[in-house]
């Protein structure tokens, strides 16, 4: 089987091996299961492979984790958007913000912008459907393993 690190992640194909086995290691180690602060015990050795990812600097890896809660404050709140179908509405939720890069004065800026905006610019909706359609690939992948099991 091959490994490799997801797409926008802030890693390498090879540093996301390296990780990968040591967290198999670990859920090996605790009897099939592991908790993140087990994760975090380890990484605090030197020698754990996993040490080099995570920041050690107590007031930076604050200032990461305010951003941490920003993305999750942002995931939290969502816009419900009625569909009219055959015989009955339907409710779905949609974000309030999506995340686009945006490529101004030959260079390219991560943000979020709101949907409509998003809808509106060819680039930010193609970036979005491209993000969708790598999801439901995902989706698929996974709905097929489960039957694979039954």
Not at 10 to 16: F, R, Y
Not at 63 to 69: A, I, L, N, P
Not at 140 to 150: A, H, K, R, S, T
Request: glycine share 4%.
């Amino acid at each position: 089987m091959r490994y490799k690190a997801r797409k926008g992640a802030h890693i390498s194909d090879a540093q996301a091996e390296l990780y990968r086995k040591r967290l198999i290691e670990l859920v090996e180690k605790y009897n099939g299961e592991v908790m993140t602060t087990q994760i975090v015990e380890d990484a605090r050795n030197k020698k754990s492979p996993l040490h080099d990812y995570f920041e050690w600097d107590n007031g930076i890896a604050a200032e990461e984790y305010r951003k941490h809660q920003a993305r999750q404050l942002k995931n939290s709140i969502v816009q419900i958007k009625i569909i009219k179908g055959r015989g009955s509405d339907n409710e779905i939720e949609v974000p309030i913000l999506i995340h686009v890069i945006l490529h101004e004065n030959d260079e390219a800026k991560e943000c979020y912008v709101t949907l409509e905006r998003t809808l509106k610019e060819r680039d930010l909706r193609n970036q979005h459907i491209s993000k969708i359609l790598s999801h439901l690939q995902n989706v698929q992948y996974y709905l097929q393993l489960l039957q694979e099991i039954e």
